[in-house]
Structure formats: C-alpha cells, structure tokens
C-alpha cells in the first residue's frame, strides 16, 4: 500500500469550478485554514477541561506533549479512560459531544461557503454531529475502510467534512483517504475483527492518502469515498465530524433524530436551554424530506456473521458481538452471542 500526502485543494477555493471538479476526480478535498482556529481552540479547551474534571488526563505541560504547530495537549491517562466503568465513558462522551461550540464550530459560515459551493444549492447541515476523543491505545480498533453511504442513507450527494480539533501528527494518525474510490457506489464489504463496525470494504487499497493536519484544515469527501481513521499511537487524536446534503433531497430520520434521549436534554446544557437559540431545532423550520432508514443490508449482515460464526471464523468476532449488543431481533442477537463466546 503506497501512502501519499494528500492533495491540497485549498487554492482552489476562489474557484468553484475547478473545485466541484477536483472532487468529483479524487472523491476528497483537503483544505487548510477554513475554520477560524480561534473557534476550533474553544472547543478543544471545552473538552479537555471535561476530560480532566474525568480524571482522563495527565498534568499538562508545555514540554514533551508540544505538537509542532505549537499546541500543547495534556497526554490521555490510558489507563484511567480504561478504567473508566462504560456507562461513565459515555456520559463524558456524550457531555463532549454536546457542547454547543462543537455544534457551532462545524456550522461556521466559511464551512458552509463551501458546502454549498460545491454542492451548488441550499445545503442542510445534519443535526447529528461528531466528536471523537481517540486515546492512543483504542486504537488498536480503528474505523476501518469505509463509506459513509450506507450508515447515512438519503441523498447519495451527502458530502462529510472531517476536521482536527487539535494537531494531527504522523503518530496520532489521522483520517486516511483512498482516492478515487467513490466511483463505483457502494461497495461489497468483508468481516474484519479489527473495526468498530466488524466490517470493511472489500477492495483493494493500493493507495492510500494522508499526512499531518492542523486545527482549521478540513478534509471534504464524498458518501462513497472509501476512508478509514489511521492508528493513533502517539497522543489523544480529537477531531469532529459532521454531514451536509443538498437540502431539497431526502435525508434519513437517523441522521436527524437521536436513539438516546431527545434533543432537550443536549440543549439542557446549553446557555438558557437553547432557549430562542438558532442552533436548536434549526431544521424543524426546514422543508426536510424525511425518510425512514433502510436496515436490509445491516440484516443481511448480520446474517453472514452468524453463518460466520458457525464456521468459528475468528474475523466475525466483532461482527457478532454487534450483532448482539444491536440486532433489533432478539433470537438474532442471542445466536450472536452464542457464537460468539464459542469462538473466545
Ligand atoms: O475519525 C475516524 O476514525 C473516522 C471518521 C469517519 O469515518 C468520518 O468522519 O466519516
Ligand atoms: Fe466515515
């Protein structure tokens, strides 16, 4: 697999044209200093003063964690975030996730100046942001080649933008891109126990693109660019992630409405409760085409991980262990978690 920097489209901003080509040619854009970095640093300092009050992090110093652009990040305290019980992890997660700056940040205007530039028409920001605190050793499962299609569903012109909250350097990995991968839709995908899915596309990957970004820098790619995060084992890997469509085509009630809990409770945190706020319940006021997700190519899935598993082929592992803790069919995920303590 042959790794190349990725290719930097930034001056092709002022160029519409050219720039809605370039993507359409590489299925990616990199462009460096879109978002305004003072913004971006709000949210980091959000989050890592959450990740202290956690007791997620070392003390932090200025020699040692020092990341070339100058950014000094307290190291993670592995092992106190592996300590941490699972219902505490995500509580602190999801307090990250719901912090109103993070939400603002990938609503920014500059952002938004080329969402709709290239996908030339009013654009709807999905509702369902990302934030991802990657500690050094969760890496050992990673995202693993993917598209983002199939999770996403609606319009298949959904663009995602993938964006550094803090530096990434060669040791924290980043989001690693294979070019011209987005051209023959959506792809078959095999098992892989190393994913947090337990999947990933099934094809050959012989180049790959990547290289260090700065907060500020954005990576733009399409719903069938194939795309994976890099292993992280130097310092904490933060970056958010977030989806834009062209708001006339349909778009998929997941990817707008929570599985756990509803909107009020994140706007909870939020200065008077999201009270008149414009980033709270922006798209009830929008002329959504909402569409319900489509779960028969997860139930196929799931299907070929139980034959999996009773081949006792270790690559389901994680494929069935999904399947249990997931399957809307109960007899599904008990089968999942038969097999899958018979293959341990
Ligand atoms: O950051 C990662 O590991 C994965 C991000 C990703 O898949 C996405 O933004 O669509
Ligand atoms: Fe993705």
Same mark, same amino acid.
């Given at each position: 697999?042959?790794?190349?920097?990725?290719?930097?489209?930034?001056?092709?901003?002022?160029?519409?044209?050219?720039?809605?080509?370039?993507?359409? %040619?590489?299925?990616?854009?990199?462009?460096?200093?879109?978002?305004?970095?003072?913004?971006?640093?709000?949210?980091?300092?959000? &989050?890592?003063?959450?990740?202290?009050?956690?007791?997620?992090?070392?003390?932090?110093?200025?020699?040692?964690?020092?990341?070339?652009?100058?950014?000094?990040?307290?190291?993670?305290?592995?092992?106190?975030?592996?300590?941490?019980?699972?219902?505490?992890?995500? $509580?602190?997660?999801?307090? +990250?996730?719901?912090?109103?700056?993070?939400?603002?940040?990938?609503?920014?205007?500059?952002?938004?100046?080329?969402?709709?530039?290239?996908?030339?028409? #009013?654009?709807?920001?999905?509702?369902?942001?990302?934030?991802?605190?990657?500690?050094?050793?969760?890496?050992?499962?990673?995202?693993?080649?993917?598209?983002?299609?199939?999770?996403?569903?609606?319009?298949?012109?959904?663009?995602? $933008?993938?964006?550094?909250?803090?530096?990434?350097?060669?040791?924290?990995?980043?989001?690693?891109?294979? #070019?011209?991968?987005?051209?023959?839709?959506?792809? #078959?995908?095999?098992?892989?126990?190393?994913?947090?899915?337990?999947?990933?596309?099934?094809?050959?990957?012989?180049?790959?693109?990547?290289?260090? +970004?700065?907060?500020?820098?954005?990576?733009?790619?399409? $719903?069938?660019?194939?795309?994976?995060?890099?292993?992280?084992?130097?310092?904490?890997?933060?970056?958010? %992630?977030?989806?834009?469509?062209?708001?006339?085509?349909?778009?998929?009630?997941?990817?707008?409405?929570?599985? %756990?809990?509803?909107?009020?409770? &994140?706007?909870?945190?939020?200065?008077?409760?999201?009270? %008149?706020?414009?980033?709270?319940?922006?798209?009830?006021?929008?002329?959504?085409?909402?569409? $319900?997700?489509?779960?028969?190519?997860?139930?196929?899935?799931?299907?070929?991980?139980?034959?999996?598993?009773?081949?006792?082929?270790?690559?389901?592992?994680?494929?069935?262990?999904?399947?249990?803790?997931?399957?809307?069919?109960?007899?599904?995920?008990?089968?999942?978690?038969?097999?899958?303590?018979?293959?341990?």
């Amino acid at each position: 697999m042959e790794q190349q920097p990725y290719t930097d489209s930034t001056e092709l901003l002022a160029d519409r044209a050219r720039l809605a080509g370039r993507l359409a %040619d590489d299925g990616y854009l990199y462009l460096r200093d879109v978002l305004p970095e003072a913004e971006v640093a709000r949210v980091r300092h959000q &989050v890592l003063a959450l990740a202290a009050e956690a007791g997620w992090l070392r003390e932090a110093t200025t020699t040692g964690t020092s990341q070339p652009t100058g950014v000094d990040l307290p190291a993670v305290d592995v092992e106190a975030v592996a300590r941490c019980p699972g219902p505490t992890r995500q $509580a602190v997660q999801k307090a +990250m996730w719901c912090l109103r700056d993070l939400h603002a940040l990938l609503h920014s205007t500059s952002l938004l100046t080329v969402l709709e530039a290239l996908l030339g028409e #009013p654009v709807l920001v999905h509702p369902r942001k990302v934030l991802r605190f990657v500690a050094p050793e969760r890496s050992s499962v990673v995202s693993g080649w993917h598209q983002d299609y199939p999770g996403v569903q609606g319009s298949p012109r959904t663009l995602t $933008a993938w964006t550094p909250l803090a530096p990434v350097t060669p040791d924290t990995g980043g989001l690693a891109i294979v #070019p011209r991968s987005h051209r023959d839709g959506v792809l #078959p995908l095999r098992l892989c126990a190393g994913t947090i899915v337990g999947w990933e596309t099934d094809v050959p990957v012989d180049v790959v693109h990547s290289g260090p +970004m700065n907060p500020g820098d954005v990576l733009v790619f399409t $719903a069938h660019t194939v795309h994976g995060g890099s292993p992280n084992t130097g310092g904490l890997r933060l970056s958010a %992630d977030c989806r834009y469509q062209p708001l006339s085509e349909p778009v998929c009630r997941d990817c707008v409405e929570l599985d %756990d809990g509803d909107w009020d409770d &994140v706007y909870r945190t939020w200065p008077g409760q999201g009270r %008149d706020d414009p980033l709270a319940h922006y798209w009830r006021e929008l002329p959504l085409d909402i569409v $319900a997700y489509d779960p028969r190519a997860d139930v196929a899935r799931e299907r070929e991980a139980i034959a999996a598993g009773r081949r006792h082929d270790p690559a389901a592992a994680r494929a069935l262990q999904v399947t249990a803790e997931h399957s809307a069919d109960p007899a599904v995920a008990a089968e999942a978690a038969a097999l899958l303590r018979a293959l341990a």
